[in-house]
Each structure stands twice: as C-alpha cells, then as structure tokens.
C-alpha cells in the first residue's frame, strides 16, 4: 500500500515539474516573440531532434589541431584567438548539416508554428575563447547564402537562404568532455571526431559516431538530406553478427530463418531512424511523400533470400520505413554508396567505412558490437595482459 503511495506521490511531483517547464517556455516564449528578428527560431528541445555536433566535425580543424598536440593549450587558444576573423573551412558533417537546414525550411513552410524541426547544438570542449571564431565562422556562412539570395528570386534559392547555417545552441566546456551534456540537451544524435567520447556517448544510450572526410568529393543532393544505415550493430543488434564472426555463414543462414519471426533487437542507431521517420510523416500528412527532403537507405552486406526477411520484418514490427533496402550479399559497399551520395552514411565496421571514404561517401563509424574485435573479417589480435 505505501508502494502505491509514493508511485502516486512521485506521479503528482513529475506532473508538477513538466507543468513548471511549460510555464518557463511559454515564458520564454513570450519574450522572444516580442523581439523582432527575420531568424527562426529554434524549437523546443522536448519537440525537436536534436543534433549535437563537434567543432571538429562541423569545421576542418586539422591545422588547429596539430598546434594543440605539438604546442598545446595555451598556444592552440591564442592562434584561434589570432585568428578568429579567418572563417573555419566546412568539415565531414558540414554538408550534413546544412542538408538539415534544408529539410527545415521546407518544414518551416508547411508548418509556421510548427516545432518538431532539426534543431543543431555545437558540443565541444573548446575554450570560451575560441567561441568568437566558432561563432563568427558560422556567421560567415550564413552571410554568404543571404548574399546570394539578394542576387535570386526563386523559391529554391530562397529555401537555400533560410537554410543556412543557423546553430544559436552552444555547449563550450573549457576542455573538459561534453559527454555529461548530452542528455541535459535532450540528444538525438551525436557526431564526433573522438572515438572515445563517441563510445562514452554510446554506452550512455545515446546514438553516436566518429565521423570521417572522404578522400575525394562528391556533388551531394541540394534538396534532399540523404542518410544511409549498415544493419547489424547500427539499427540492429550484434546478435546475428555474433553468430556469422563465432559460428560461420550457414549457421547464421540456419539462425535466421528459424528466427525469421523474431524481432530483432535495436541497435544504438535505431532512435535516429525512429527520429527521421516522425519528420517524414510530416511531409507524408501534406500529400509530399514523392518529394519528401529526407531519403532514407539500409546498405547491408546481408544477402536477400538468405537473410533478408528478418531485417525487414524486425523494421515493420517497429513501425519504421526505410525508403530503400540494398542487400549486397557481401559485395563491396563504396560503389553503390558513390551513387546514392548519401550527407553521412552510418557503419560498424572500419573497412567499409574506409572503402567508402576512397569513394567519396561521407562516413561516420559505429563503436558498437562484435564487429569491434575484428577487422576484414579477421580477429584482432589483443596485447596480451602482463
């Protein structure tokens, strides 16, 4: 009985805190709506999907950081401070990035008042300081797409203006890890060049990956946000993949089929795809699902007829859509990626991410499962324990 009573009176408690919330917000609100700006907004963190990116992962920071390493702290801050009007040049998840400003605008005009939007929040442990240049290399871009819009009058351009490069949410932690923010900002994704942080992020429940340039160019879709998934340790769980590295591959044929039925379990991507789906139902609800700005892709190295119902079944039972499913049956994944040109493509295996970035594909590693301890299908050997 005293069980019920302190269920109920926890119950009543949190029902007073999210009262409280709203109140702040529609506070907040309030007085921002009284200030006049031609900027949107951003949305409320509980409507948004929130995207938290690095500043090395958004900005090529590769000079920056040899200067940290070699010189350190107090010379790496005074050279970003020296230099603080000198706009960063775009890293791996700026082109991502920018394709989430897209698919904004469009929201934005089906919607006006709407907030389930992409909201971005630059997460790093950078210095205060080094702010201003991070602040005045976002400006930069935005500045360009608005003076290339005065030069426009088409409704494309004008979609590219209102996606430029808005991120209003920082997170600047003076070099301590921003891992424990994460949650506080209610995060969705988080895209970093630290594998460790990534891996804390991901031990937290948090989707997460360590994101790589490619090593050539590819002209990206300026209208559609592209996002490509591995299967097994990405949306799945290892669970199959740990049968394939320890049994063989009919074994997990023989496993696959007996559990065709069987749901399989979420890997740590599979809230991002969740994610993506709730704002491409947006589009649907409009009558826009042919031209819906964000495309979703499953490229898994599974074969069809051998192991593919699962997978499919596994995405029905959880009320997701993929857009389309390639299951290459072991055949390299670089090329197909280069056709489909997808803003980040999501994998838990470092060789097919790094056959992917000599193609050019945007890729972003995984930290997760079985696939860890091996590397092209080999184990890697551990230092032995003294």
């Not at 007073?16 to 031609?38: Q, R, V």
């Not at 200067?67 to 801050?77: A, C, F, H």
């Not at 919607?111 to 930069?140: K, W």
């Not at 009320?319 to 838990?348: S, V, W």
Request: with cysteine.
């Amino acid at each position: 009985m005293s069980d019920i009573k302190i269920n109920e009176s926890k119950q009543v408690e949190d029902n007073a805190e999210e009262k409280e919330e709203e109140k702040d917000w529609a506070a907040a609100k309030a007085f921002f709506e009284n200030l006049k700006t031609n900027k949107p907004r951003p949305p409320k963190p509980k409507n948004a999907v929130t995207i938290a990116v690095s500043s090395r992962t958004l900005f090529n920071m590769v000079a920056e950081r040899l200067i940290y390493e070699t010189e350190g702290v107090e010379s790496y801050v005074a050279y970003q401070v020296e230099h603080e009007n000198e706009p960063l040049k775009p890293g791996a998840a700026f082109p991502f990035v920018k394709a989430l400003m897209t698919v904004n605008a469009r929201l934005r005009a089906l919607y006006p008042d709407g907030e389930e939007l992409f909201d971005i929040v630059l997460m790093t442990n950078n210095h205060a300081q080094v702010g201003v240049r991070l602040i005045n290399s976002i400006n930069h871009y935005g500045t360009l797409a608005f003076g290339f819009m005065q030069n426009c009058a088409d409704l494309l351009t004008i979609m590219n203006f209102f996606s430029d490069l808005t991120i209003e949410r920082f997170c600047m932690t003076g070099g301590k890890s921003p891992i424990g923010y994460l949650k506080a900002y209610m995060t969705n994704l988080y895209l970093s060049k630290d594998a460790e942080k990534v891996t804390e992020a991901i031990d937290e429940g948090i989707a997460a990956a360590t994101m790589f340039m490619p090593d050539t160019e590819n002209d990206l879709c300026d209208n559609q946000l592209r996002v490509a998934f591995d299967g097994d340790a990405v949306l799945f769980s290892d669970e199959s993949e740990i049968i394939v590295k320890q049994s063989g591959l009919d074994s997990f044929f023989e496993h696959e089929k007996k559990f065709e039925n069987k749901p399989l379990a979420q890997g740590p991507l599979k809230c991002f795809l969740e994610a993506l789906g709730k704002l491409q139902r947006k589009f649907y609800a409009k009558n826009e699902r042919l031209d819906c700005p964000i495309r979703t892709f499953l490229v898994t190295a599974r074969s069809a007829a051998s192991s593919g119902a699962r997978v499919l079944k596994t995405l029905r039972s959880w009320g997701l859509e993929i857009d389309e499913a390639l299951f290459l049956a072991g055949a390299p994944k670089g090329p197909l990626l280069q056709k489909i040109k997808p803003h980040i493509y999501f994998d838990d295996q470092m060789f097919h991410i790094e056959g992917a970035k000599e193609l050019g594909t945007i890729s972003a590693h995984v930290p997760y499962g079985i696939g860890q301890k091996y590397h092209k299908g080999k184990l890697i050997e551990q230092p032995k324990k003294e």
